[in-house]
């Protein structure tokens, strides 16, 4: 089948998941309300809250929330065929990561915009903020573990990668000093940084900068972890500079980057006509990870991210004009991030055809799939490249110097958030000294996930990847859990019909404490002592997520029982909308 | 009337990779001030961002009721490009000069009424944004 024709089918669902369903989601679940006076405008203080027009807010939300991450999962997923892949990423997107993001900002909004973990505790209940903490803690441990270990295993693969990313760091200070010291328009200078990045694609092409043998004197089993062990200490370092100097400018580069790899991606597949030669269904291995739980935690961004309720609870909301807008802004941001987990699926299951190997060689076992997921996906974005006439071996370095650019920023800004997040715990600990001191937060922010990127998996690199990536996924959809949950309380609470909010939610809480207890023997198996006891912290916080879910709905129930004359119950069919809403408004505010 | 004020780069602690990583404290903390987006060395204080707050004020306040106000980031092309050029073509500039005059304007500071800039490089007194701004909005608008 053309690749084409399965863009195209995706895009027309995901336009009819926002023509339709978020439609219902805005007039029926969250009932949004123009008239309401937003925290935009009720504390406009021109720094935080400011009231925007959804156009420019949208522009906002998605540079926000894209990232790298939609690209490995699906990269690797496609291992059960590219049919149940794409299945889960449009249903995921529709039916929860669009519940999921759209319904954060609305909650969010409609309690003074505060963010999602203070939400957690004022929603749910005081110590689920706790929770909270301990899962993101969790997330981003993984999420930096991960990525450096992408970025370690790119490198490897595709030293030409090597000059432009390294060069890259010290051309966005340059650039960005030049815009801040002209206080001239970014455009044309961001522009300018990308082409000559593209240049030092070519340099780098011709000089592949390969750390072998340095790798070897320093006693390390694999060249890939010393590079994981270079991105730790280069992100230590970048999390220390004030975010101006370097992320932003660079950032200016990356979102011409992500736009770039989009065009290059459908046009390269309207142009070249790639066939899918993955199967739809793929008769994967005996022993293989089954597709009930794992493919719904191995895509994780892509379909749904939890992280996405961080950015609209923490900057969208306090920008929001007016309700309306949240429809806009959220669920079609939702259907962006959908855009990148497809690009990732055409790219490995059709794109991938031109590296003159066979599919079922590059996908013959799940470790083969997760330790070439990237590679598969730049060969694929390469092919693409190709198609509209960029040499192959230049294509894959530029391929390759997306993704590298998009994870390093990844890691700079897990690093930073990691930091906040040892800080924020601290405080609760009453442990001052960490709590104040930058360096130490900071250091427990680098070593954690150092560790766990080269600990466990005895330098097998398909089975550390693949094993580390699955447990990202689950503490992923447990963030994005809580804050299912969150929405979903605050449903009920409005007298709503919740389960646009609690089917996602329970769907999500199964597969993944289903996945987190098939690990857990299997590391037992293994004799992985670092990753069997990980898995059973985040299979603690998965039951205590769900413990405090069910007790916040049982309490929400009562609630609404106790408060409706009788009679008066579910008289409008269950959407609530018979309730005098002037009734709900104090709630609502989170009074 | 459509009014943007570009939003200088040292007010500003947005960056991308918020699928897994992104955002800022005001997304995780419960006191995010406590945690300003830097490292231990020279920072801009989030106090510093407070003339972007009176220039934007002084705007909303002192302009007419259906005068669009709005603070957009420089790095926000995919609104800014296509609303520029549209504001200017409106003018009855061409399309190769209204494209350039919508990649230059984005500037420092810059303040764009209906896509001409009437002030950039460095933030005016709320007073004088409003003077330059309702200048501009007048029938014989001047360039500043």
Redesign the interface.
């Given at each position: 089948m053309p690749a084409v024709v399965v863009a195209v089918a995706v895009f027309a669902l995901f336009a009819l998941g926002f023509i339709y369903y978020s439609r219902y989601l805005a007039d029926k679940v969250y009932a949004l309300d123009p008239e309401r006076t937003t925290p935009a405008h009720e504390f406009?203080?021109?720094?935080?809250f400011?009231p925007?027009?959804k156009?420019?807010l949208?522009?906002?939300h998605f540079?926000?929330?894209?990232?790298?991450?939609?690209i490995v999962g699906p990269a690797i997923a496609v291992f059960w065929g590219w049919g149940p892949a794409l299945a889960w990423i449009v249903l995921g997107t529709i039916f929860a990561a669009g519940v999921h993001d759209f319904g954060a900002l609305v909650v969010s909004v409609r309690h003074k915009a505060r963010?999602?973990?203070?939400l957690t505790a004022d929603v749910i209940s005081k110590r689920s903020?706790v929770l909270f903490l301990c899962v993101?803690f969790f997330?981003?441990t993984l999420?930096?573990a991960v990525f450096a270990v992408v970025i370690g295993n790119l490198f490897v693969a595709n030293p030409g990668a090597v000059i432009p990313i390294f060069v890259e760091i010290p051309l966005a200070i340059a650039i960005?000093q030049y815009?801040?010291r002209t206080?001239?328009?970014?455009?044309?200078p961001s522009i300018v940084g990308v082409i000559l990045l593209y240049f030092l694609i070519w340099v780098g092409s011709e000089v592949p900068i390969e750390i072998d043998g340095l790798a070897d004197a320093l006693g390390f089993g694999q060249t890939r972890d010393l590079w994981v062990v270079i991105m730790f200490v280069y992100t230590f370092i970048a999390?220390?500079?004030?975010?101006?100097l370097l992320?932003?400018p660079r950032?200016?580069i990356?979102?011409h980057q992500l736009f770039i790899a989009l065009a290059v991606t459908f046009v390269g597949v309207l142009v070249g006509w790639d066939t899918m030669v993955a199967p739809a269904l793929n008769d994967v291995p005996d022993g293989s990870p089954s597709i009930f739980p794992f493919l719904f935690i191995t895509i994780a961004?892509g379909a749904i991210?939890g992280?996405?309720s961080?950015?609209s609870?923490?900057?969208t909301s306090?920008q929001l004009a007016n309700e309306r807008d949240a429809r806009h802004v959220g669920y079609l941001g939702a259907l962006g991030?959908g855009s990148l987990a497809l690009a990732s699926v055409l790219a490995v299951s059709a794109g991938v055809a031109a590296t003159r190997v066979e599919w079922d060689e590059l996908y013959a076992t799940h470790a083969d799939a997760s330790g070439g997921a990237t590679g598969n996906f730049v060969n694929g974005i390469a092919q693409f490249a190709n198609n509209l006439g960029v040499e192959f071996q230049l294509a894959t370095v530029f391929a390759a110097v997306v993704v590298v650019s998009?994870a390093a920023?990844?890691?700079?800004?897990?690093i930073?958030?990691q930091r906040?997040?040892v800080?924020?715990i601290s405080t609760m600990l009453g442990w001052t000294r960490l709590a104040r001191s930058?360096?130490l937060a900071g250091l427990v922010a680098v070593v954690v996930p150092l560790a766990l990127a080269l600990v466990p998996g005895d330098g097998d690199a398909g089975y550390t990847f693949g094993t580390l990536w699955r447990l990202f996924g689950t503490t992923?959809q447990l963030t994005a859990g809580l804050a299912l949950a969150v929405i979903a309380v605050w449903v009920t609470r409005n007298r709503r019909n919740p389960l646009a909010a609690v089917i996602p939610l329970a769907f999500l809480l199964i597969m993944t404490s289903w996945a987190l207890f098939i690990q857990f023997f299997e590391f037992i198996d293994e004799g992985e002592w670092v990753l069997a006891p990980l898995d059973a912290i985040i299979f603690v916080l998965a039951v205590w997520l769900i413990v405090e879910a069910i007790g916040a709905m049982r309490r929400t129930v009562a609630e609404r029982r106790a408060a409706t004359p009788i009679g008066d119950a579910d008289s409008d069919g269950g959407t609530g909308q018979a309730v005098a809403e002037t009734e709900q408004r104090p709630r609502e505010d989170g009074q | 009337m459509r009014v943007l004020l570009i939003r200088p780069w040292d007010m500003s602690d947005g960056v991308g990779a918020g699928c897994c990583s992104g955002g800022s404290a005001k997304g995780l903390c419960i006191e995010p001030e406590h945690h300003p987006p830097r490292g231990g060395t020279r920072n801009i204080e989030r106090t510093g961002w407070a003339p972007l707050a009176e220039v934007y004020r002084a705007l909303r306040d002192g302009l007419p009721a259906d005068a669009e106000v709005e603070i957009v980031d420089p790095r926000n092309h995919s609104f800014l490009l296509p609303v520029l050029v549209r504001d200017l073509r409106r003018r009855g500039i061409g399309w190769w000069s209204a494209l350039r005059a919508a990649i230059r304007a984005p500037a420092y500071a810059a303040i764009i009424v209906d896509g001409v800039v009437v002030s950039s490089g460095e933030l005016p007194s709320r007073d004088e944004a409003l003077r330059v701004v309702r200048a501009a909005a007048a029938p014989d608008g001047e360039r500043v």
């Open positions: 406009a203080d021109g720094v935080d400011v925007t027009n156009h420019v949208f522009g906002h540079t926000s929330i894209a990232g790298a991450a939609p963010n999602i973990g203070t903020r993101i997330l981003l999420v930096n960005g815009i801040y206080r001239s328009p970014a455009l044309v999390s220390r500079l004030p975010v101006w992320l932003q950032d200016y990356n979102s961004c991210s992280f996405h961080l950015v609870s923490g900057t306090k991030e998009f920023t990844t890691m700079d800004t897990g930073r958030l906040y997040i800080q924020e930058l360096t992923n | -």
